[in-house]
């Protein structure tokens, strides 16, 4: 492993697909490209007998420390668990089950190195199902590999209503990352979506306009997806709405929780769990105050309908 290392890229993983781990595996070196790193694999307990064996295969990579939790902490806790111990002034987290666009991580690094203010730069993402390809993507994002970063100082309202970046698809600084308390254990759905909110309201972030990630479609997450239908969506709004960090951002916050109640209404009724889906419509109508559209959907709901 290099003396001076530039990157540490930082992997949660629990009982991921082998192929995956693969897959993300083949796609770091070209993502990085000159740049000196350590990828850091966080198992969370995995139990799965081929994801075990990958694993073990990839720690005998010279740049691979694989690192195994004690107890399952989630995507939260295993991230936290490989910054503490990463050895190089910035980081990249990326899923298991995600991928690296060749050169993407590399420009950023450059802009970084090439703008000594920058502590945080972002950059897009595309998604995929059976593989990543460029027919959908716009054409500047692969056109150029320079990336030219525009500060973003008003984006937290944005992240409030909008998936702007993702896992592996920003670089911070590792003292920046611990400054803000890293991700926030409390939470195993949407704590990336609290360090972004802190990241933006001070005011830290700025944008490339480059594709650096691939993110995975149809594959529910096994670190968070049985969450996906519980409070546990809402939880990182709450408290965000609770911290004075975000009080100017109250109101489209209290917006932003009524319409998740109101997605948790939809999911429940889909899933069958009548009870669930009239608890949720009717803290949608509560949240959101003065829209009589809810309250209907908690008439509708009780009624065993469709919320709309």
Not at 33 to 38: A, D, F, I, L, P
Not at 100 to 126: H, K, M, W, Y
Request: aromatic residues 10%; hydrophobic residues 45%.
């Amino acid at each position: 492993m290099p003396a001076r290392l530039t990157l540490s890229l930082i992997t949660p993983v629990f009982n991921t697909p082998p192929d995956y781990l693969a897959a993300v595996a083949q796609s770091l070196p070209a993502a990085v490209g000159r740049h000196s790193y350590e990828w850091i694999i966080v198992d969370d307990g995995s139990t799965d007998g081929p994801t075990c064996a990958m694993l073990g295969e990839l720690a005998t990579q010279p740049e691979v420390r694989l690192l195994t939790n004690t107890k399952t902490k989630g995507a939260a806790g295993a991230r936290n668990t490989g910054a503490d111990v990463s050895q190089a002034p910035y980081l990249v987290f990326v899923d298991a089950d995600d991928l690296l666009q060749s050169g993407g991580i590399e420009s950023l690094l450059d802009a970084i190195t090439n703008n000594p203010q920058l502590r945080c730069v972002v950059a897009d993402f595309e998604q995929f199902e059976d593989a990543p390809g460029d027919v959908d993507v716009a054409p500047e994002l692969l056109a150029d590999s320079e990336c030219v970063p525009v500060h973003e100082p008003d984006i937290a309202r944005r992240l409030i209503f909008e998936t702007l970046f993702n896992q592996g698809s920003y670089v911070v600084e590792r003292s920046l990352f611990f400054d803000l308390g890293g991700f926030d254990e409390r939470f195993r759905i949407g704590e990336d979506w609290l360090l972004w909110m802190r990241l933006a309201v001070r005011k830290e972030i700025y944008y490339c306009r480059r594709l650096v990630m691939w993110q995975r479609r149809g594959h529910a997450s096994v670190m968070s997806g049985s969450l996906s239908a519980t409070q546990a969506v809402v939880a990182p709004y709450l408290a965000a709405r609770r911290d004075t960090q975000f009080v100017d951002l109250k109101k489209p916050l209290r917006w932003r929780i009524s319409k998740l109640y109101g997605l948790l209404a939809q999911r429940n009724a889909d899933g069958g769990s009548y009870w669930n889906s009239v608890r949720f419509a009717m803290l949608a109508a509560l949240w959101s105050v003065n829209d009589l559209g809810q309250w209907w959907n908690v008439v509708r709901v009780a009624a065993g309908q469709a919320p709309r």
